[in-house]
């Protein structure tokens, strides 16, 4: 069965401080793995990664898939209080689309 | 505004109603999806979309719940005989396709369904 793990589940840092988030995969047909950010509403949508090695960087936020290991990153620098928030790691492994999502880390940072 | 949007945003209903939720799907989409999540857990897939043809059920949709998507557009989610444990966000989302490549999807802001 198609499984994705996040970890930690739960963090709690300081602002400014540098935080990297886990996503281990093990799917049978892998497409593409995303990264959404929740904050008490709907996901919103961070990164798409369909290639290793390749880093894809929006502002203070990037992310790397390793595709041998089967894993991904998302780092996240300077970290303000908006980025409190659950971020969830989904894998598509069909033709469909479809997404298998971790548990979600959830974010807490402190001013 | 050119977003996923759904209806109701908030249900509250006693067990053994029926309800209905609505999900407009970004225009350009031809995708759509449902998926439902309750605390503390990632969303789980329930169902699928190409146009108008429903081509995929997850086995966590049981007889009690429909989808249907009439012309490709709108799309809606029916539950029948509402059952406590069907309490949950369920969320819609949509995304367009290029060669069979399934882009990254969209989603709305969810239905909050509370069954008493």
């Known amino acids: 069965e198609d499984k994705v793990v996040q970890s930690p589940l739960s963090l709690v840092v300081h602002e400014g401080d540098t935080v990297t988030l886990n996503c281990s995969y093990e799917?049978?047909?892998?497409?593409?793995l995303l990264w959404y950010k929740q904050e008490k509403k709907a996901p919103t949508f961070l990164f798409m990664l369909?290639?290793?090695?390749i880093e894809k960087k929006s502002g203070r936020l990037s992310s790397i898939l390793d595709k041998k290991e089967l894993f991904s990153i998302l780092n996240i620098t300077a970290t303000q209080t908006g980025d409190s928030a659950i971020y969830l790691c989904?894998?598509?492994?069909?033709?469909?689309?479809?997404?298998?999502f971790g548990q979600g880390t959830t974010l807490q940072v402190k001013p | 505004d050119t977003g996923v949007s759904q209806n109701p945003r908030h249900k509250i209903t006693k067990r053994g109603q029926n309800v209905t939720f609505r999900c407009d799907p970004i225009?350009?989409?031809?995708?759509l999806y449902w998926y439902r999540q309750t605390l503390g857990q990632g969303p789980e897939f329930l169902t699928y979309?190409?146009?108008?043809?429903?081509?995929?059920k997850s086995r966590l949709l049981s007889d009690r719940f429909s989808a249907e998507r009439p012309k490709g557009s709108f799309s809606t989610l029916e539950i029948q005989r509402t059952e406590q444990g069907d309490s949950a966000m369920y969320l819609c989302a949509s995304s367009g396709t290029s060669g069979g490549f399934s882009y990254e999807q969209y989603f709305g802001p969810g239905t909050r369904l509370t069954v008493t």
């Open positions: 979309f190409q146009n108008e043809a429903q081509l995929e």
């Open positions: 225009s350009e989409h031809n995708r």
């Open positions: 369909t290639s290793s090695g």
């Open positions: 799917v049978t047909n892998f497409r593409s």
């Open positions: 989904a894998v598509v492994s069909s033709n469909t689309g479809k997404l298998i």
